[in-house]
């Protein structure tokens, strides 16, 4: 059983920094990627950055591009999402994803399994 599990979300002031987590367990994948999700009160789920485990095709929504780092270490079985910069309205619910395959997506569908999300709040 494939588990995805997320840590590192809080409270931070606008301008500041947080390092999100994403243990994955129960499997190994060949081809595969992990996404990073947000959703925030009353809106969709948007996607924020994603990388193959193999370590390329790291690509960022635009909202975040040069702010976000996504990356993931295959030896601890993490991806990660360092958040510099922070703004007021990077506030959301933070999910992990994996999508089994090389090929790219940016919808939530197009993933198979998902974490159960971390909070992370930023204040003005």
């Known amino acids: 059983q494939v588990q995805l599990v997320e840590s590192g979300g809080g409270l931070v002031q606008a301008g500041g920094s947080l390092r999100l987590s994403c243990a994955v367990s129960g499997r190994t994948f060949s081809r595969a990627a992990v996404g990073w999700f947000r959703q925030a009160p009353g809106k969709e789920r948007e996607f924020v950055a994603r990388?193959?485990?193999?370590?390329?095709?790291?690509i960022y929504a635009d909202s975040v591009k040069g702010r976000f780092t996504i990356s993931r270490d295959n030896a601890k079985n993490t991806a990660y999402l360092q958040m510099d910069s922070l703004k007021p309205e990077d506030t959301a619910v933070y999910y992990c994803?994996?999508?089994?395959?090389?090929?790219?997506?940016?919808?939530?569908?197009?993933?198979?399994?998902w974490g159960q999300g971390t909070q992370v709040t930023v204040s003005s």
């Open positions: 990388i193959s485990w193999s370590g390329g095709g790291t």
């Open positions: 994803a994996v999508r089994e395959g090389a090929l790219i997506a940016y919808s939530p569908t197009r993933y198979d399994y």
